[in-house]
């Protein structure tokens, strides 16, 4: 079927054209208002101007289809849209019903996306730069490496979405809700996230530079190596956060509380700018030893020279069990193995070792627990050492050491 054909049957009334193959058709500026064009093939027709509102684009291909300041809005029963590819700036999806649409690499500058259905959709490379994504449902939505600079996406439903690696910068989102999200990499810079819920949320390497962060609630949030320049993080809640390695030069932590409880207080305010940001406490974690089960962590930097390793136990961290049941020596030397990975991690290695804990299941085992242990340690340059024999340790091993550095 050409264009010429479609256009009279549609003017004599006919709306059913599922299964059509119109790949490459020129409809340019066609009012096509309410047709069901179900199944059909308009792989890189041109439709730019054309009006489709409340049209039927269920399983429709438009892959690479020009539909620049296309009418685009109302449409029903429009599920499994192939868009990608497509040029889709200025277009009018509002209130468009395209839940798990496929916009991968689509042009959607300056699109009005004001409360379209795209739960589920992948815009996975796309480019909504300023476009009005106000309102719209993006449950479950894939954004990853998205342009959405400048976007309105005020009210929007980004619950699940895939944001990573995605560009925000100067995005509006309103009070937001994003706890427990991966924003690995994602560039936030000179957004506004004020009052937002970011708690567990992953900024790891992520831009925040120059954002608005005021009153945000960024406890347990992951900020290792993240670019908090310039941000503004007055009264924000940074309890149990990791901030190892993040950048908060110039950023103002007027009133904030820091990973470890305390209230962040300028000692002067005209200075405040000048001066590089004292972290107190820095969380440390590494795959390279056991995961924490429970509130504690592997271990943690105070003051930027101490280093607080918690206990550890012979868990082989390649397969998280516990290894050698009835075997003092080797798990002896599967904790030391773990407690050098930690220190690693913080970068410190035995010889910043100022003190250990060494808890034993059964006094009798010392010798063979000593003997491995001092294979660690300089006997000159040792570090103090308590042992005690306990009732019971976690998971019935025979021994547990914990230890403090100094670097």
């Known amino acids: 079927m050409n264009a010429t054909e479609l256009l009279a049957k549609y003017a004599q009334g006919e709306r059913n054209f599922q299964l059509a193959k119109l790949s490459g058709v ?98 996975s490379k796309a480019s909504l730069v300023k476009a009005n994504l106000t309102r719209a449902n993006l449950k479950s939505a894939n954004l990853t490496e998205a342009k959405l600079q400048g976007a309105d996406l005020s009210r929007a439903d980004l619950t699940n979405v895939k944001l990573q690696a995605a560009n925000l910068q100067g995005a509006k989102l309103g009070v937001v809700s994003l706890p427990n999200m991966d924003l690995s990499s994602v560039n936030f810079a000179d957004v506004d996230l004020s009052k937002a819920d970011l708690s567990n949320a992953n900024f790891k390497k992520a831009c925040l530079r120059g954002a608005n962060l005021e009153r945000a609630c ?54 405040t700018s ?68 930690i220190l690693a991690a913080a970068g410190a290695t035995f010889n910043d070792v100022v003190k250990t804990s060494v808890f034993l299941l059964d006094m009798n085992n010392f010798a063979a627990m000593n003997a491995v242990y001092a294979k660690y340690f300089d006997e000159k340059t040792a570090p103090a050492r308590a042992t005690v024999q306990v009732s019971r340790l976690p998971k019935d091993v025979l021994v547990e050491i914990e230890c403090t550095a100094v670097i």
Request: glycine content about 8%; overall charge negative; cysteine-free.
């Open 218 to 271: 960024l406890q347990r949030a992951n900020l290792m190596r993240a670019n908090v320049s310039g941000a503004n993080l007055k009264r924000a809640d940074l309890t149990d956060s990791n901030i190892y390695g993040a950048n908060f030069e110039n950023a103002d932590l007027t009133g904030t509380m820091m990973p470890d409880g305390e209230i962040y207080e300028p000692a002067d305010s005209q200075s």
């Open 274 to 341: 000048e001066k590089p940001i004292s972290i107190t406490k820095k969380i440390i974690r590494t795959e390279q030893a056991p995961a924490p089960v429970g509130p504690y962590n592997q271990a943690i930097t105070a003051t930027g020279t101490m280093i607080f390793v918690a206990g550890q136990i012979a868990i082989d961290p390649r397969i998280n069990e516990i290894v050698y049941p009835d075997d003092i020596a080797k798990q002896t030397e599967q904790v030391m193995k773990n407690i050098e990975a």
């Open 26 to 123: 020129n409809l340019k500026g066609a009012n096509l208002s309410g047709i069901d064009l179900t199944s059909s093939d308009l792989t890189g027709a041109e439709l730019s101007g054309a009006s489709l509102s409340n049209a039927k684009l269920n399983s429709v291909n438009l892959s690479r289809a020009s539909l620049t300041g296309a009418n685009l809005s109302g449409l029903v029963e429009s599920y499994s849209l192939n868009l990608s590819w497509a040029a889709l700036d200025g277009a009018d999806f509002s209130a468009a019903q395209i839940n798990g649409v496929n916009l991968s690499h689509a042009d959607l500058d300056k699109a009005n996306l004001s409360g379209a259905n795209l739960s589920g959709a992948n815009l």
